[in-house]
Nanobody, 123 residues
């Protein structure tokens, strides 16, 4: 499975960006997909997740720091997950990573990871 992120860039505080993560592979059917981020000098942290299949398919989960500002969504036909980021703050500056297929909690333990896309929010 290969995950390719896009959509990062430089934006002013209060602005918006939409990240995309396109997945490719032989048979792509993860149990969940998620976004994480890692700011310079800090540990990687959970941002948002979405259950991809099963009874809870479509359920979403968010870190408290992004609730109400970020929205995770998907396009099944394109094997793509999105992260719409609104009301961006300088503290949202980080490399954002897409992840797929958790071995446990939707908040961690993902098997597949993208290379990351930089998001920079200027004040």
């Amino acid at each position: 499975v290969e995950l390719v992120e896009s959509g990062g860039g430089l934006v002013q505080a209060g602005g918006s960006l939409r990240l995309s993560c396109a997945a490719s592979g032989r048979t792509f059917s993860p149990n969940a997909m998620a976004w994480f981020r890692q700011a310079l000098g800090k540990e990687r942290e959970f941002v948002a997740a979405l259950n991809w299949r099963g009874l809870s398919a479509g359920s979403t989960y968010y870190a408290d720091s992004v609730k109400g500002r970020f929205t995770i969504s998907r396009d099944n036909a394109k094997n793509t997950v999105y992260l719409q980021m609104n009301s961006l703050k300088p503290e949202d500056t980080a490399v954002y990573y897409c992840a797929a297929d958790s071995t446990g909690s939707v908040y961690r333990d993902y098997i597949y990871w993208g290379q990351g896309t930089q998001v920079t929010v200027s004040s």
